[in-house]
């Protein structure tokens, strides 16, 4: 009995050193997710981002559910995942976007060159829908029903094993 | 011909620049509110909430463009007259507790408030018990001799 106590210090040590280890190989997990799934939109009116389409607000999500796209101009991603938007808007999905810290003609620039799949663009200077919604960087992609209630969050770029998904929780949201 | 290098020079070193948004900062991004007693509650406040882009940091603490939006939003509500605990809850409302660096009790969090309490109550009984052995041995001893 007396031997066993004594080793154990040493066992607990190897337990936390082999913790220790186990955790370094796994992948880190660096998303912070929205805990906005399930509550509304906060209130808000965006003046347009460029010319050529109208700002984004609250008030345009109803009638059916829609897509909120963050991005930015000077994303990379955002170059990315823009032909899966677009492959998106070619099934009817309404995509309603939210460029942060943006310049109009750099969001013109932008659509020109990898398409346009937005029925609109707000302009959020200072990130402020962005952090009201709990999204925490470039690009982001929420799923919004047609009550303007936030029901899906997906975290990055858009790739193309996400469009079915994305369609899937549309209409999950009906 | 210096004057080239130097401007060659500058352009160099403002290219990693050119790779973020060029936009100018939130107004209270880099701005401290004019009356001293609310910037010290907002900089407390700031010291005690994660950057999300470079979740090590503290916003007071990150350079990153959305820290700076995130310290206009803590100094633009202190303004309007919220309190710092509101901002929090406003906050973690968005992000989770994540967002805090200030430790919260919550169903996940409690062990650590918990163990460290159950830790010092089964030393000091461990201690008690030794302590009044050894004085009853001593006791034993002394009754010998």
Request: net charge negative; proline share 7%.
């Amino acid at each position: 009995m007396r031997k066993l106590t004594l080793w154990l210090p040493l066992a607990l040590f190897a337990f936390f050193a082999g913790l220790a280890a186990y955790m370094l190989t796994q992948e880190k997990d660096q998303f912070v997710e929205s805990t906005m799934i399930g509550q509304p939109l906060p209130e808000f009116a965006l003046q347009p981002a460029f010319d050529g389409l109208p700002g984004a607000s609250k008030a345009d999500f109803t009638g059916k559910p829609k897509l909120l796209n963050i991005w930015a101009s000077w994303c990379l991603p955002c170059i990315a995942e823009a032909p899966q938007l677009e492959a998106l808007q070619k099934q009817g999905v309404e995509i309603i976007g939210i460029a942060i810290r943006d310049k109009p003609e750099d969001v013109a620039g932008f659509l020109a060159k990898y398409g346009n799949p937005y029925t609109r663009v707000g302009s959020d200077k200072i990130s402020e829908v962005q952090l009201g919604i709990g999204s925490s960087g470039v690009p982001e992609t929420f799923v919004i029903d047609a009550k303007g209630v936030i029901r899906y969050q997906h975290i990055g770029d858009v790739g193309a094993d996400d469009v079915p998904v994305l369609l899937a929780e549309l209409e999950k949201a009906q | 011909m210096i004057r080239w290098m130097f401007a060659i020079v500058l352009t160099a070193l403002a290219l990693p620049l050119a790779a973020q948004d060029s936009m100018p900062p939130a107004p209270y991004a880099y701005n401290q509110l004019a009356d001293p007693q609310l910037e010290a509650e907002a900089s407390a406040l700031m010291q005690t909430l994660r950057c999300l882009k470079c979740q090590s940091q503290s916003i007071a603490d990150s350079d990153a463009p959305m820290a700076g939006d995130m310290r206009h939003q803590v100094r633009s509500r202190i303004l309007a007259g919220e309190s710092p605990d509101q901002i929090r809850r406003w906050l973690i409302a968005r992000y989770g507790d994540y967002v805090s660096y200030e430790p919260e009790v919550s169903s996940t969090t409690w062990p650590l408030f918990a163990i460290p309490v159950l830790v010092i109550l089964i030393v000091a009984g461990v201690l008690l018990r030794r302590l009044g052995k050894r004085r009853s041995d001593g006791d034993d001893a002394g009754a010998k001799a």
